[in-house]
């Protein structure tokens, strides 16, 4: 079956220090995949879209790379500050019935101590 | 646009009632999602509708939930005869008919608790 699979525990981190998220899934290949933020009580804010044929890609002091050999996507936070605090999820588009529905890892819950 | 609108934020119902929640999308997006999500867990799929069109439903939705979106603007969800396990974070997204570059704009959710 499919499955995607993020940092099974929290992660705390010094602030100014660069964080690195990961994200794992099987049994697919995704043509793009997405990174959100969820803070609580809130809905997830999209961040970034990597699409297969990129390797990496930027948005300020975020970065994302895909590699889909591995099967893998990094998500790296550099120069991290305390409001980066919150859970991150990536999302995948996975088939399902007669479309492809977006489909979220549990996520993993950053913690950016000051 | 403020974005997509959820209402009620919180709901709380004893068990075997009815409720329905509201989601108004980003008047632009062709399409809308509902999603669900419990604690510690990433949202998951329920449906999905481009325009009107309900097009796509989770296996994993029972008969006891039903969504509409009448004239492919805002969109409905409501679950009769509720139960425990129906508690959770009950959450609308929506986006245009093209991906693009962008990803789902959600909402900030219904939180329904079952007592």
């Known amino acids: 079956s499919q499955k995607i699979e993020q940092n099974s525990e929290a992660l705390n981190i010094q602030e100014g220090k660069t964080a690195t998220l990961t994200c794992n899934y099987t049994n697919y290949s995704p043509a793009y995949l997405q990174w959100y933020r969820q803070d609580p009580g809130r809905g997830p804010v999209f961040l970034l879209l990597i699409r297969e044929n990129e390797k990496e890609k930027r948005k300020e002091r975020l970065k994302v790379t895909f590699d889909t050999t591995l099967k893998q996507s990094l998500f790296h936070i550099t120069a991290s500050q305390p409001a980066d605090s919150a859970t991150y999820l990536c999302a995948l588009p996975i088939s399902s019935g007669s479309a492809r529905q977006l489909t979220f890892g549990s996520g993993t819950q950053l913690t950016v101590l000051p | 646009d403020t974005g997509v609108s959820q209402n009620p934020r919180h709901k709380i119902t004893k068990r075997g009632q009815n409720v329905t929640f509201r989601c108004d999308p980003i008047?632009?997006?062709?399409?809308l999602y509902w999603y669900r999500q419990t604690l510690g867990q990433g949202p998951e799929f329920l449906t999905y509708f481009q325009n009107e069109a309900q097009l796509e439903k989770s296996r994993l939705l029972s008969d006891r939930f039903s969504a509409e979106r009448p004239k492919g603007s805002f969109s409905t969800l409501e679950i009769q005869r509720t139960e425990q396990g129906d508690s959770a974070m009950y959450l609308c997204a929506s986006s245009p008919n093209q991906q693009g570059a962008g990803g789902y704009t959600f909402g900030s959710g219904t939180r329904l608790t079952v007592v």
């Open positions: 008047s632009e997006h062709n399409r």
